[in-house]
């Protein structure tokens, strides 16, 4: 009978660890879009359209995902004619603490 209530206690006590680490990679998530959206500015990145116009830094659109919990996966997408060169980044996201982990480019044909 206890080693039910202690299994009992150890699962609730994983499924609000769980629940708290995609609640807390959620509300973080705005915070790595910041920063992607950052070095996109600070990198003065351009993308080029189909018919060869310009397309400014601010006009490139930054996404993030929740991937795991404390975990979230951010990018942008950075037009290239017909093709797109697509740069990701994943964060550890802490209460009141975000950190870049990796880093990752490709390119898409």
């Not at 189909?50 to 997408?77: C, D, K, N």
């Not at 797109?84 to 802490?94: D, E, G, P």
Request: charged residues 15%.
């Amino acid at each position: 009978m206890k080693l039910k209530r202690f299994l009992f206690l150890l699962g609730s006590i994983a499924i609000a660890l769980l629940g708290c680490g995609y609640a807390v990679a959620l509300f973080g998530s705005s915070a790595c879009e910041g920063r992607m959206q950052a070095e996109i500015l600070a990198k003065h990145v351009t993308g080029r359209g189909m018919l060869g116009e310009v397309i400014p830094s601010s006009q490139i659109r930054v996404f993030s995902r929740v991937e795991y919990p404390f975990m979230v996966v951010a990018g942008y997408s950075v037009p290239v004619d017909l093709h797109a060169s697509i740069h990701k980044a994943r964060f550890l996201v802490l209460p009141g603490y975000v950190h870049e982990l990796s880093s990752e480019h490709s390119l898409t044909l």
